[in-house]
């Protein structure tokens, strides 16, 4: 929808209505008391899509600049401007430093069972949600959060720091080892860290939401968060503190585990995406969060990085502005197979991924081993993750682009540089030249606003999912007016967060008094919980995500859903499904997950744009509270309560946003 926004419809009636509470924790069945079987929103009243001019590719100064590939100036070569330290601060990733990955972390000392950490453990032939390894092994991670300045595409600007490296430290641990990271809180804001992906099943007060699991980290505090590795593949962390992640405080997380569906020779690591701003997160974050009457848009991306790296076509004279910063290199031996960990860790965009002349194959969704299947592009929404082996078919003097770019037709980007790109290198190429290659990537798959098709992957561990869940859920997704705001509704209430009230914690002492605003669906005792989400927005779609489990994405379409599921037997799975725009304002789109309630926690539902959660699109999956109230959570949380309490007592929190 590039080009587009939305103006404060002022016709918007004030049609929105509150959600009831939630009422006791004492059920066996589902509580919650919100619209359920009819699809259609609480208001009427439509957005109004409004266009704004965008830039052209390159914008004003494209033609001083290579076009089509990297932003290099006329005679440059691929040698960059500026140093590592200066675009990325401490963080290796992009150059050919980079660490490249063994099966699994060795050198403990330790005998290994059968040969290897998780023994005799299988993609294919263990269930990883009921019976994950113990190694008895902790991998300890110590991180300061600051802010500094970096430059990752040469524009200079203060960005969200670990260790002095954006992105942050790679987390690398083996499948079933506890992971132990401190986390210094070193800024003038509150914080927390958030390990995608993870289930959290022995500790569920460290998934790292703040008003959900934990009181934000305050400043000059800290806290350890000390959690299994329950699940392997690849993934990343990220603040949940506001939109702190859209200014850079991220990182990735590989869990070696078995590699029975796939082959290859070399592990290259992390391929982190993510669409880059020039402002400051808390200025996008206020931006999203004006009144309708201000009429502004919502953030546009400026750029698209690869690990953290590309080049911008920078205006003359802009002295904060260096060309020809440096793109991530890669570099490939003919003949080699390798393992790419793609990782969509971005704030907004959808983003299509590709390599020149090479094929990819998806072994993984997510932390989901899959059956592998071909893809020439590679869908990823925000949050999303796909594992893939490419064969080095080229000559040992090749040189290809590797590509990710913005779709337009499904994201909000000014135009100027939505495709980032990265050079691979074979044995023999100069390291100076300038891949030539070109993209097969047609419009039309740029400009599809999906996933893959539900029947093109399947998981390499069958499960079937109960056919006759206990509870079945409708949940609609409108925009709409509070009156002043518009802002993102879940069955017609809109999130807010209590920083010093996290819901896990409340349900742990026994209290229900939840905020209507807190969006809690109080899901009891039930076994197996199926939530039709019907998205009612035209014109954008919405990486749901979901913490704490895999859910079984059983089907998608428009319309009303009809009961159908594909592939019934062994649906696919994963903790991000990216939701496709509703067809027009009356014709939603759908998608229908399912999950086995065998995680007691607090557990978020949520669109992973990171502007649409602060402004609301959010639910708390309660499970099983009875079983929270029995949780022994370390005295560490309600330290990191009482000494946010103590700082915001002198300090003024300026939560404009849902909090998340
Ligand atoms: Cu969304």
């Known amino acids: 929808m590039a080009g587009r926004f939305f103006l404060a419809a002022a016709a918007f009636a004030a049609a929105v209505t509150s959600l009831p509470a939630p009422e006791s924790v004492e059920a066996t069945t589902f509580e919650y008391n919100g619209t359920s079987d009819d699809n259609t929103p609480a208001s009427s009243a439509l957005a109004v899509p409004v266009t704004v001019p965008v830039q052209s590719y390159g914008g004003a100064r494209a033609s001083s600049y290579r076009h089509g590939s990297a932003w290099l100036p006329f005679g440059a070569s691929m040698n960059p401007r500026l140093s590592q330290e200066a675009t990325n601060g401490r963080s290796p990733l992009g150059t050919f430093h980079a660490p490249k990955y063994p ?48 430059s990752p595409d040469g524009v200079n600007r203060s960005a969200i720091v670990i260790n002095g490296a954006f992105p942050g430290p790679t987390i690398e641990a083996n499948w079933g080892d506890w992971i132990e990271v401190v986390v210094h809180n070193d800024m003038q804001e509150g ?9 959290q099943k022995e500790t569920p007060w460290f998934d790292g939401v703040p008003s959900v699991q934990q009181c934000p980290i305050a400043p000059g505090s800290t806290l350890t968060y000390r959690f299994r590795a329950d699940l392997y593949g690849s993934s990343w962390y990220h603040s949940h503190f506001s939109a702190q992640a859209a200014g850079g405080l991220f ?67 802009d002295t904060t502005c260096t060309p020809n910063a440096g793109v991530a290199r890669f570099a490939f031996e003919t003949g080699k197979k390798y393992r790419l960990r793609l990782i969509n860790a971005g704030a907004e965009a959808l983003q299509k991924f590709s390599i020149d002349n090479h094929k990819m194959t998806v072994i993984a969704h997510d932390f989901v081993p899959v059956n592998p299947y071909d893809a020439d592009v590679i869908t990823l929404g925000v949050g999303q993750r796909a594992d893939i082996v490419v064969t080095a078919t080229g000559k040992s003097t090749d040189a290809v682009w590797m590509r990710s770019t913005i779709s337009l037709k499904c994201s909000l980007s000014d135009g100027i540089s939505p495709e980032a790109v990265a050079a691979i290198y074979y044995q023999n190429a100069n390291t100076s030249a300038i891949p030539n290659t070109t993209t097969a990537v047609t419009q039309a798959e740029l400009d599809f606003c999906g996933n893959d098709p539900l029947t093109k992957a399947t998981s390499y561990f069958s499960i079937t999912p109960d056919p006759n869940p206990d509870v079945t859920q409708n949940l609609d997704i409108t925009f709409q007016s509070n009156g002043t705001h518009n802002l993102w509704y879940m069955n017609n209430s809109t999130f807010r967060g209590d920083y010093n009230d996290p819901v896990l914690l409340e349900t742990n002492l026994g209290k229900t008094d939840y905020e209507p605003d807190w969006n809690v669906l109080n899901f009891g005792t039930n076994k197996s919980v199926r939530i039709v989400i019907y998205n009612h927005f035209a014109f954008g779609g919405h990486p749901m995500h979901l913490h704490g489990h895999n859910m079984f994405v059983l089907q998608e379409g428009y319309g009303k859903w009809d009961g159908s599921v594909v592939n019934a037997h062994n649906p696919q799975r994963r903790d991000v499904h990216f939701m496709q725009p509703a067809q027009s304002p009356t014709v939603p789109s759908y998608f229908v997950l399912q999950m086995d309630m065998d ?62």
């Open 103 to 150: 099966h699994w972390v060795s050198g403990d000392g330790t005998p290994l069972p059968q040969g290897r950490p998780w023994g005799p453990r299988t993609c294919g032939n263990t269930d990883p949600y009921k019976d994950p390894p113990h190694t008895g092994m902790t991998r300890y991670y110590d991180f300061h959060v600051t802010k500094q300045i970096v």
């Open 191 to 199: 914080t927390s860290l958030h390990w995608h992906g993870l289930l």
């Open 251 to 317: 990182g990735s997380m590989i869990i070696h585990g078995p590699t029975d569906n796939a082959q290859y020779d070399e592990d290259l690591g992390p391929v982190l995406i993510s669409d880059w701003y020039h402002s400051d997160y808390f200025d996008l974050v206020e931006q999203t969060m004006a009144p309708a009457s201000a009429g502004l848009p919502p953030p546009f991306s400026n750029n698209n990085l690869i690990n953290g790296k590309m080049n911008y076509p920078c205006q003359a004279n």
């Open 599 to 660: 995680n007691p926690g607090v557990w978020p539902l949520h669109c992973h744009i990171a502007w649409h959660v602060s402004a609301g699109l959010y639910v708390n999956i309660l499970e099983n509270p009875k079983k929270i109230q029995q949780l022994q959570i370390p005295s560490t949380m309600a330290q990191t309560c009482r000494d946010w309490a103590t700082w915001t007592g002198g300090n003024v929190v300026e939560q404009i946003d849902s909090g998340l």
